[in-house]
């Protein structure tokens, strides 16, 4: 299972001003009791409201979605070459976290006898350069799109990104193969109401559902995750073992054993006390650094808050960077070390890369080199990583390490589970609502007035008022 080493967070190791005393977060503090009078807080709301996540990978929750993601899977087995999977946020970050974790960076340029599924393409921006190169290799790979299936994830369907690139596909699909369009879409949506189910449901589209009290930044281990994984051959059962088991270590009472609320425990008095408001989440794997930007959405957007569940304006929350590890040593630490020390470090850590590894060969005859022969390359890597933490230390810059036994399926899902109910703890603590995001709603309905939507004009006034005509 995945550890938790925190001990670079205390005042022993980066000293008085810029870590915390170890009596002060171990039982029996005030950080340790208060932790237990969340964790029954949470326990008690667990699976009602916007915290039906904590289900998914239980049952009955685990065996209705995963049944129905196997059995729409089950239909395209060996027939699909290309899934495109339109999102944005929620519904794209988790997709790609997945698919670069757990299949090899090179899976699109496999042969399609040694991928075993099909190329995945997640297309989460509506840059026309990017999604029109995408449809391009498309249209040349499969003229006919015969062995492409194109998958739509969006609960209401008016997202207006995922909308507009949901539109050139149907669009391209009709003119192609006309009532049989229906057979090269599977759509993710809300279960019962919606823009999205009425057109899935007119046209025929097979679908799967956006469960309810799941919000999108939790929603990976959902049909919206699950669906791209199992059609790419990733373990959906491995998935939701590591998840149910790491959601079961983040019930217990005691800080010590339950990595989620000490992490959070951490990282929000470092930020409240001690000022250590930035969170670098710095992976040495490039299997795991888009897992930082599943993360960089669910921190930002579940804690960045004006008011707290009073009503007070706080403006509360922390802002996450992702560096990697050891390519950005060349590029941030610079900072990192000697810039403002408002920040903690979350280093990732793989012990075995298994059959990846590569031994550095011996025999170059360079004395200066000699060092590095018939060492694994993993080796490197995590001397990299502990230099790093080291020079963090001796700067006074508090880190804390999650560290993998291997970067597999169920691990991948221990750390995700892990990070959400981390979430769930910090929005207790800070007393803020980690469910909505009411201020990424003024984007939206300021683009519905820019785009001319009936109904919104005044937002379109509102904009040019503000900053004045476009340009043209």
Sequence with gaps: MLTLDYANCLSDRVGDAHGLHAGSVADPSPSARLGAELTSALSASRGTGWEKWRLLPHEPVRSEYSGAVKEIASRYEGKVDNLLVMGIGGSALGNIALQSALNPPTWNLLPDAERGGPRVFVVDNVDP????????????????????????ISKSGETAETASQFMVIRSMLIDALGDRHAERIVAITDAEKGTMRTICDEAGYATLPVPEGVGGRFSVLSPVGLFSAQMAGIDIDALLDGAASMEQRCTSMDIESNPALMLATLLVRLAEEKGKTVHVMMPYANQLYLMADWFRQLWAESLGKKHDLGGNEVFAGYTPVKALGTTDQHSQVQLYREGPNDKVFGFLEVED??????????????????????????????????ATEFAFVESERPSFTIRFPRVDAQHVSEFIMLWEMVTAYAGKMLNIDAYDQPAVETGKVATFGLMGRAGYEEWKRKVEEKLGAASV
């Design 353 to 386: 890369f298994g059959t990846a590894d590569l031994e550095i060969p011996r025999g170059l005859g360079v004395d200066a080199l000699s060092y590095l022969e018939g060492a694994p390359m993993s080796t490197l890597l995590n001397a990299e990583k502990r």
């Design 129 to 152: 350069a990017y999604f029109g190169a995408v449809l391009d290799f498309i249209r040349t790979s499969d003229p006919g799109f015969e062995r492409t299936l194109f998958n739509v």
